[in-house]
């Protein structure tokens, strides 16, 4: 990649199935499997390491990319916790397999730390969390003890809520 006066975002991680280079502003010059390619703003290059492709731009993920935002629309849980590892530079052990697969839609900012984004999925999925220096564990809760766990959670939840409407009444 030449930069030439810009802002772009490029995704090129060995465990991810293709490499992506998306342009906001300037111009790019991307040379890659032997082809050249000049990219405006609002282009998306994607190479899957056997070939080099125009896609459509899904630019949204990059403008909240450039306002420190991580932003999702449906990901597979073992792909996201595959990104929180690399963003935060820790080992997430998803031990409940089963749940690998499943889709979903999240944003975080960049400022939210690791701890706070894994209770986030573990409000999503039945999980919890162990966390061993710097290595997390999202184990399987069975449904029972999930639904307990939600509903204490709620239930402080309004407890705050009416502590803060009885004082300003």
């Known amino acids: 990649i030449t930069v030439l006066g810009t802002k772009f975002m490029v995704s090129d991680y060995p465990e991810d199935k293709f490499s992506q280079v998306v342009l906001t502003e300037g111009s790019i010059s991307l040379n890659a499997l032997g082809e050249h390619r000049s990219m405006s ?11 080099i492709y125009d896609s459509a731009p899904d630019s949204a993920p990059v403008c909240q990319w450039l306002s420190d935002i991580i932003s999702y629309e449906d990901v597979e849980l073992g792909e996201f916790l595959r990104r929180l590892e690399r963003e935060f530079n820790v080992v997430i052990n998803l031990e409940a397999r089963g749940f690998a697969g499943e889709s979903f839609r999240a944003s975080f900012s960049r400022s939210d730390s690791i701890g706070s984004i894994l209770e986030t999925i573990c409000n999503i999925f039945p999980l919890k969390i162990v966390k061993k220096e710097d290595t997390y564990s999202l184990i399987f809760v069975p449904h029972q003890t999930f639904l307990e766990l939600r509903l204490k959670q709620n239930y402080r939840h309004l407890q705050l809520l009416y502590h803060l409407l009885h004082q300003l009444l």
């Open 41 to 51: 703003p609002g282009d998306r290059v994607v190479c899957d390491g056997v070939r």
